[in-house]
């Protein structure tokens, strides 16, 4: 079981940057497949991003390609996602979440695992 909590969200102006942080509980952190997520009001999940269990393999969705990034720290159960020239558009409610199926990991239904999101406002 994995309980996963994410915080560093806050309001930035557009073209500043944000850094998201997603803590894992459980020693079992390490084997899973690590997604972001994000959903604005009145919008359905949008996959961000997501970074295999050795930190190797990564995916981006298309909208954030060039401008975050995702990384982890398996030592401290802990994973990340760094956001650089922000948009108004970039504005939502980001989810950390884990996965052990390893496939199709830009669909939300493959991950187990959820955070209970963090705000992020991008002012224009």
């Known amino acids: 079981q994995v309980q996963l909590v994410e915080s560093g969200g806050g309001l930035v102006q557009a073209g500043g940057s944000l850094r998201l942080s997603c803590a894992a509980s459980?020693?079992?952190?390490?084997?899973?497949?690590m997604g972001w997520f994000r959903q604005a009001p009145g919008k359905g999940r949008e996959f961000i991003a997501t970074?295999?269990?050795?930190?190797?393999?990564?995916l981006y969705g298309d909208s954030v390609k060039g401008r975050f990034t995702i990384s982890r720290d398996n030592s401290k159960n802990m994973g990340y996602l760094q956001m650089s020239s922000l948009k108004a558009e970039d504005t939502a409610v980001y989810y950390c979440a884990a996965s052990s199926v390893g496939r199709e990991l830009r669909m939300s239904y493959n991950y187990e695992h959820w955070g209970q999101g963090t705000q992020v406002t991008v002012s224009s």
């Open positions: 970074i295999d269990w050795s930190g190797v393999s990564t």
């Open positions: 459980g020693r079992t952190f390490s084997t899973y497949t």
